[in-house]
């Protein structure tokens, strides 16, 4: 989850991330996707992510919470090359639909309807949020791997208040 925070991915993107030439730097990870993701076209190929540190909170921290789960998966993931292996065993890399299952398992422990959200609709959160704190439309889409801002303003571009919330906001506020 924290990755899909950090990077406003899709659950195919986690499924394709992979160790093969991880590349670990100070304060961030570098990982390799091991196909091709859906927005992947001619002129427009993205082949990696970065995650970087959050030094304000180590629980929100997708650096500290990635390398220890690499820690913790090591002797588990015998030549597995998927980024996220099974907590059961026989420790094999897990499909695009368990990935999916933990993210709503995760917005659900958060108390997000499930019935009216799915795991996707965390990409939406996401990209909503980085607009609502004022980061400027280009870095939104660079990250989420968009070239058109319309696709954006179309699917993507969520209210985070409600009329009447930045109503009550506005009055209340010094």
Not at 5 to 22: G, I, K, V
Not at 91 to 116: D, Y
Request: one cysteine or more.
């Amino acid at each position: 989850m924290l990755i899909v925070l950090s990077t406003a991915c899709r659950t195919q993107s986690l499924f394709l991330l992979c160790l093969d030439n991880l590349v670990k730097g100070k304060d961030s990870y570098t990982l390799f996707y091991s196909g091709l993701l859906k927005q992947n076209r001619p002129g427009f190929n993205v082949h990696f992510v970065e995650l970087f540190a959050y030094p304000p909170d180590r629980r929100l921290c997708v650096f500290t919470v990635l390398k220890e789960y690499l820690m913790r998966t090591a002797q588990a993931r015998g030549n597995s090359q998927k980024l996220f292996i099974s907590y059961v065993k026989p420790f094999k890399a897990v499909s695009r639909e368990t990935i999916s299952r933990w993210i709503k398992t995760v917005m659900s422990k958060s108390g997000i309807n499930l019935k009216s959200y799915s795991s996707h609709s965390a990409r939406s959160a996401v990209v909503s949020k980085a607009f609502h704190n004022l980061i400027p439309v280009e870095c939104i889409l660079r990250r989420a791997g968009w070239t058109s801002e319309k696709t954006f303003a179309k699917f993507y571009k969520k209210p985070i208040e409600s009329d009447e919330q930045r109503f009550q906001r506005a009055v209340l506020s010094t």
